[in-house]
């Protein structure tokens, strides 16, 4: 009798968090170097093999463009570990308000890692940079279409972690997947938050866990084009950024809404760049491709315009390079206004910058919520206003949507999940990083006294420490460690009395609770030798 695969893969979840977990409770003692020398081993690796693991990620689920795959993994991988290979996330990370406030970085535990199909390999190893960065371990639970090319990203940069000296089973990657599984390892005792990229509804079914998660949602990408842009430059980032991967990332542009000035320069402008505006009858040819039951069709996702015109019943230029349907109306009654993740666009036509940020709002309540849009435009005024009143954490200007909203063409944290707020449905409404995936607990003096005596008010002598400083040799961290590590054994003793002022009087008198000020004196002389 067959072994039930649902049963298998429950089994399977629970083991690889158990193995995590006992490996990651050895990692959390990594100092910062450590920890870094790790992460970096991580990063380089993933980022020698972006394009091998590209072209199985295409090979696999058939989606998007390998040559574009390469870049989201040297993203996922390089890039973002060039934007947190300063962000300190072991001991004392901040030291505040002269000395009474101290920060100190904990891990949260094991990490449960949805993986989408539409990002194989360059989320799985994203997700495992960020998490390894916090002395955290992962378990991946990746997208029944792209288990292959999600285990050997995470085989990756796991055997490069540990050859860094990474405790062995810290990064695990399902292999049996199902959706009794992921909700197995979803709420396994021993995963402490779950980050969770993919469908609205594996989003929610994270949340309902009973675990902490960070969860993103829906894109459904508006891009307005205002009377003042540079429509040449505009048309080019939306073209480029609905038909980079072929539009799997959540953030690709999804509608192009033009200021009528500038209609028929862009639809000329358009064309001339590869796209093909659809009539009235492809239209709804396309309608019923793209849309099934007001949900996107899994069959066109990340496919290129041509298939999913010969796909929708017309033929188009083997040339193109997106199909565009002039539209009105948003809701259901229109299906091109939801998401469609592929290089297809819906074409709205609006008077003024003010109807065109209505047509905004609508799409992204209809669909994106929370997430992203982008304006083009050189009204600085304008751009306010929209940045001020739309519903989107991710309003983007003057540049191309899908690459902008993860900061490849922005200065926002590189990231492959994308916050979109309570709005949206998330905890979390900016790009989810490193700094999201550790706890921090605080050290804090008292500022303002009940009962008064002589006791440690601060540690103001280290209160112009910068994040690097703090952990270097000699420094505040490691000279208390080694302390610590010096009177292992010994009674117990306060470590923080060494810290104690030094009092104008050198009269032999009691401080505190029995000890005298010789006595601090010989304690510090003791401690700086």
């Not at 910062?32 to 990620?57: C, F, H, I, P, W």
């Not at 994106?368 to 435009?377: D, F, N």
């Not at 605080?442 to 400083?469: C, D, M, Q, R």
């Amino acid at each position: 009798m067959p072994v039930d695969k649902d049963l298998q893969s429950i089994q399977e979840a629970r083991n690889l968090a158990s193995i995590s977990k006992e490996a990651q409770m050895e990692f959390k003692h990594f100092n910062q170097t450590q920890v870094d020398n790790v992460v970096k081993a991580m990063s380089d690796a993933g980022y020698q093999q972006a394009e091998r693991l590209a072209k199985m990620a295409h090979e696999e689920t058939g989606f998007g463009k390998w040559q574009d795959k390469v870049i989201k993994n040297q993203f996922g991988t390089k890039g973002v570990y060039d934007s947190i290979h300063n962000l300190k996330t072991v001991g004392v990370i901040e030291v505040l308000n002269n000395g009474k406030i101290v920060k100190i970085a904990e891990p949260m535990g094991v990490v449960a890692a949805l993986i989408p199909s539409t990002n194989p390999t360059s989320t799985a190893m994203f997700k495992s940079i960020i998490s390894l960065k916090c002395r955290n371990g992962i378990v991946a639970s990746p997208h029944p279409k792209a288990i292959n090319s999600t285990l050997e990203a995470i085989k990756v940069v796991s055997a490069a972690a540990e050859k860094a000296g990474a405790p062995k089973g810290l990064i695990q990657c399902m292999t049996t997947s199902s959706l009794e599984g992921t909700n197995a390892l979803m709420k396994d005792k021993n995963i402490a938050i779950i980050l969770a990229t993919g469908s609205t509804p594996m989003v929610k079914a994270a949340y309902s866990t009973g675990t902490p998660a960070l969860g993103v949602g829906a894109g459904n990408v508006p891009a307005f084009i205002e009377r003042t842009a540079d429509y040449k430059k505009a048309v080019a980032d939306i073209i480029t950024g609905t038909t980079f991967d072929n539009g799997t990332l959540c953030s690709s542009e999804q509608a192009m809404i033009v200021d009528r000035p500038l209609k028929e320069k862009v639809i000329e402008e358009a064309k001339r760049q590869g796209a093909y505006f659809v009539n009235s009858e492809e239209k709804k040819k396309l309608e019923s491709a793209i849309a099934k039951d007001a949900r996107i069709n899994a069959e066109v996702v990340g496919k290129s315009a041509v298939y999913i015109a010969d796909y929708s019943g017309f033929k188009v230029p083997e040339s193109t390079t997106v199909l565009i349907a002039e539209c009105t109306g948003v809701g259901n009654h229109e299906p091109l206004s939801i998401e469609q993740l592929s290089p297809v666009l819906a074409f709205y036509v609006v008077d003024g910058w003010l109807e065109g940020c209505h047509k905004c709002i609508e799409l992204l309540e209809f669909g994106g919520i929370g997430h992203t849009m982008v304006i083009h435009s050189n009204d600085k005024e304008i751009i306010m206003k929209f940045a001020i009143e739309k519903p989107a954490f991710r309003i983007l200007v003057n540049t191309v949507a899908s690459l902008g909203a993860v900061g490849y063409t922005t200065s926002l944290n590189p990231s492959l999940t994308l916050g979109p707020g309570t709005w949206g449905g998330s905890i979390i409404s900016e790009n989810v990083t490193a700094k999201h995936l550790m706890n921090v607990k605080t050290l804090a003096f008292e500022t303002n006294p009940i009962n008064h005596g002589t006791t440690v008010s601060a540690f103001e002598e280290y209160a112009k420490l910068t994040n690097e400083k703090i952990d270097a040799p000699g420094s505040f961290t490691s000279r208390i460690e080694e302390r610590l590590r010096a009177r292992a054994g010994n009674p117990p003793a306060n470590p923080f009395e060494v810290f104690k002022k030094q009092q104008p009087d050198k009269k032999e008198k009691t401080l505190g609770t029995g000890i005298t000020e010789d006595e601090i004196q010989k304690i510090i002389r003791e401690f700086n030798k």
